[in-house]
């Protein structure tokens, strides 16, 4: 009796704990006009149904699912679910805090533009220095600093470099590919890696591996005493190289030795994950609707017919790539590397400004839900959650695709290089590369899901769309085991 009665009062007492957590970070949410949900604990399924207040035109919702959102990418898996359901913003409720959700491209856009009001998360600032400061950890005159050293590094000679770094390598991967592979995504990881050291980082002493510390700081060790010169040239290492130093007779841009460390970890880690995934995606895509790879051949083969058989593309062929430029943007569309950018309020509250101004309370965290921003389907029509490239471009009355038009404008809708002031520096690099490898894959090859015995071709296609649609989140999204599914690069003619 004594263990029973001990039993209730600890119960009793956690959950009078956990109420007094959820009233305390609900209590500046009484009177916001936004939906607030409150997620206390976690209930077998059949009690869910019986005990949860979800009303479709309730201000308040209790969520019995609180494993629901453990999950830092739970938002993948719910697409657009509960948005469809409360709306573009909400405050979502839990003991451990308080965080606002939102979908509202114009509500994003404020809170990306407004970095002193919103900032990034001190949290995850201190977990991205392993290597010292860099663009993405620090802020304000700090930020200002970096950003301006940064994006010099970023010319429009280095769009042809990279375009010719990106063709060059991705040549090597079709003369060694073998017909079936399972080995796609190491070698197109292994080949973004290539082309962001060739570009960005050349060095002549190469480390393995190259995300170590060790590898890095000789890394930059080696061309600090390259003896040819090396800091004259226009890369990104040999710019903040020439910045190394302090401040002082006013010397606006310089930068640390571990400055120079964490800005060369980020982009050889932030340039090569992102990119690398993008393709892989791109690729997978295009091998299970080979409708969309016949359209994009199209436009290859119109494209490039007046070059010769070895004759590589030059650079102003970009322009022309409005299909394979909508490949690529509707691959980052919905299955973007990066599904939330996060911010905060810290001491103060932030106003937002809508037809109905609200208030995010101070020490509130803020996720701008990508996934759900990317998948609304008052943005992005009825079909918003079908990988449909067709969507970016506006095709010509003769369906020729050397008259097709790019929409454009559709890309103010797109934040996959985020947006605002912090909006990656390596936007561009990024594009050309996924353009270049594409074209040099496919201008001369088809790919294809390869069918497990007794499997049929369609069979084996919705086998691997479900592993697409089963992504995962670690530091970026990806594909779970993507070597499980085999794929067969075939030659085409054109």
């Known amino acids: 009796m004594l263990i029973l009665t001990i039993l209730c009062i600890v119960l009793a007492l956690s959950a009078s ?14 009177n916001s006009p936004l939906p607030v949900l409150i997620v206390a604990i976690s209930l077998p399924h059949p009690l869910q149904g019986l005990l949860s207040l ?7 919702a209790l969520f019995f699912q609180r494993d629901r959102f453990r999950h830092h990418s739970w938002n993948f898996r719910d697409k657009f679910a509960l948005h469809a359901h409360y709306g573009p913003s909400f405050f979502l409720v839990t003991p451990g805090g308080r965080e606002f959700i939102t979908a509202d491209r114009s509500v994003a856009e404020q809170i990306l533009l407004r970095r002193r009001t919103f900032p990034k998360p001190l949290g ?29 590094a970023f010319t429009a000679a280095t769009d042809q470099i990279v375009w010719t770094a990106s063709l060059a390598r991705a040549a090597q991967l079709v003369a060694s ?22 570009v960005c980082l050349p060095t002549s002493t190469p480390s393995d591996p190259i995300f170590s510390p ?5 890394l930059v060790e080696s061309r600090r005493r390259d003896p040819a010169g090396a800091l004259k040239r226009g890369d990104l290492l040999s710019t903040l190289l020439r910045c190394e130093g302090r401040p002082g007779h006013g010397n606006r841009d310089y930068l640390s030795e571990d400055e120079i460390r964490g800005n060369v970890f980020l982009f050889l880690f932030a340039g090569h994950e992102t990119t690398a995934n993008t393709l892989m995606y791109a690729v997978y895509l295009l091998a299970i609707f080979p409708a969309w790879q016949a359209w994009v051949g199209l436009e290859m083969d119109s494209l490039l017919q007046g070059w010769a058989g070895n004759e590589e593309p030059g650079f102003e062929v970009v322009k022309g790539l409005k299909r394979l430029r909508a490949v690529m943007m509707e691959t980052l569309r919905l299955y973007g590397p990066v599904v939330n950018v996060l911010r905060e309020t810290r001491e103060q509250d932030g106003m937002v400004k809508t037809e109905t101004p609200f208030l995010i309370p101070e020490q509130t965290s803020i996720r701008v839900n990508s996934v759900a921003l990317h998948m609304d389907p008052g943005t992005w029509g ?4 079908e990988w449909r490239p067709s969507r970016w471009v506006l095709a010509s009355s003769t369906g020729h695709p050397g008259e097709d038009v790019y929409n454009a404008e559709m890309e103010r809708k797109l934040i996959a290089w985020s947006e605002g002031p912090r909006v990656c520096p390596g936007k561009r690099f990024s594009q050309i590369e996924i353009l ?4 040099q894959l496919f201008q001369k090859h088809t790919v294809e899901i390869v069918s497990d015995p007794g499997e049929t071709v369609e069979e084996a296609r919705q086998r691997a769309y479900a592993r697409v649609q089963q992504s995962t989140m670690s530091l970026t999204l990806h594909i779970p085991q993507p070597e499980k599914v085999c794929l067969r690069w075939v030659r085409r003619d054109r």
Request: glycine fraction near 2%; hydrophobic fraction near 40%; include cysteine.
């Open 17 to 30: 704990y956990t109420l007094t957590q959820i009233y305390r970070h609900y209590r500046p949410l009484r």
């Open 54 to 60: 979800i009303d479709h035109n309730s201000r308040l």
């Open 214 to 218: 060790q590898a890095i700081a000789q």
């Open 177 to 198: 590919r073998p017909g079936t592979t399972t080995s796609t995504f190491p070698d197109l990881a292994d080949a973004s890696l290539d082309i962001l050291l060739r």
């Open 436 to 439: 270049a490898v594409l074209l």
């Open 124 to 152: 995850l600032l201190d977990k991205l220095e392993l290597f010292g400061p860099h663009l993405a950890s620090v802020e304000d005159t700090t930020w200002q600093r970096h950003r301006r050293i940064n994006a010099s």
């Open 382 to 385: 009825c079909d918003a959650a």
